[in-house]
């Protein structure tokens, strides 16, 4: 990978309270439909923010499942990947778009590595619309592009035998933001 995501974001997850994990609380549903689909034990939330989602909400509960194993690279706790391990799904909501375009590949490859039965994304097609940005000043969504580019980029890493749902967010998409 090109850049240090652990640094780029570790400051804003630390700093600004940033990315609590809460998005993935606006599909709750699409992820309970694959969980009942494929008899689901174990998941893998990759990019799972500060896991207010599971440790305050208890959104996992609702799934009948035990708690994901979270990873984050920007959260202390949650830094480390696990080694060798398949889940039968992965969450991955609000990540792709934080990830700059020369590593999508690589992350989506990563991604993909861990799920037996499905990955489930949510990928904002637009830039952060509440202005969070980087140290640098850029926006905090390093790769905005349309769900077409997304589609085929998915297409093109996605193991046979697994099953990926995507749920795009393009609602500021009237403004130029894609690039």
């Not at 990019?47 to 990873?71: A, K, N, T």
């Not at 861990?114 to 990955?119: E, I």
């Not at 035998?161 to 967010?169: A, I, L, Q, S």
Request: aromatic content about 12%.
């Amino acid at each position: 990978m090109r850049l240090d995501y652990a640094a780029l974001y570790g400051r804003i997850h630390k700093k600004q309270k940033w990315f609590p994990g809460y998005s993935i609380c606006d599909h709750t549903q699409d992820v309970k439909a694959l969980i009942d689909r494929f008899g689901v034990v174990s998941l893998l939330d990759y990019g799972s923010g500060r896991g207010l989602q599971y440790s305050e909400r208890g959104i996992h509960v609702e799934w009948g499942v035990e708690q994901p194993y979270c990873f984050d690279v920007g959260v202390r706790e949650f830094r480390h990947k696990p080694v060798g391990e398949r889940f039968d799904g992965v969450i991955c909501c609000d990540v792709m778009e934080h990830i700059a375009k020369c590593d999508v590949d690589e992350v989506l490859v990563d991604v993909m590595s861990f799920a037996d039965r499905f990955v489930f994304f949510v990928i904002g097609c637009h830039l952060s619309r509440d202005g969070k940005r980087l140290k640098n000043g850029q926006n905090v969504h390093l790769t905005v592009k349309p769900k077409e580019w997304w589609e085929a980029k998915i297409s093109e890493f996605t193991p046979e035998g697994v099953t990926v749902r995507v749920k795009y967010d393009e609602r500021i998409r009237r403004r130029k933001d894609v690039a």
